[in-house]
């Protein structure tokens, strides 16, 4: 029943910023993580940032740090992730996922339960 619906992907131009939104619906726990994964061509899915509604911690992967902020509006059931000066290497399949429970920023976006089906982003160089 849990379904999580993603927007605000697009085509955009090197240095330029998009953010992103994720509807959450159906999830009836009051802990819960949510994130953002991606996917590039030919490439792993990677964890770029998650973060629980518990504490508020959050876990950003190395290549996003300092350019990229998640954030989560519980009364609105919204997760959103700010990506500032994008580089082509950021174009991807971008994903929200979702799994109850409080962890540790650093499992925060292992083992996720519920995704989304993505959101394209092109970052254009």
């Known amino acids: 029943e849990v379904q999580l619906v993603e927007s605000g992907g697009g085509l955009v131009q090197t240095g330029r910023s998009l953010k992103l939104s994720c509807v959450v619906s159906?999830?009836?726990?009051?802990?819960?993580?949510i994130g953002w994964f991606r996917q590039a061509p030919g490439k792993e899915r990677e964890a770029i940032s998650c973060i629980s509604n518990v504490d508020g911690g959050t876990y950003y992967a190395d290549s996003v740090k300092g350019r990229f902020t998640i954030s989560n509006d519980n009364a609105q059931k919204t997760v959103y992730l700010q990506m500032n000066s994008l580089k082509p290497e950021d174009t991807a399949v971008y994903y929200c996922a979702a799994k109850s429970g409080d962890y540790y920023p650093v499992h925060l976006c292992l083992y996720m339960k519920h995704w989304g089906k993505g959101t394209l982003v092109t970052v254009s160089s």
């Open positions: 159906g999830f009836t726990g009051d802990r819960y993580a």
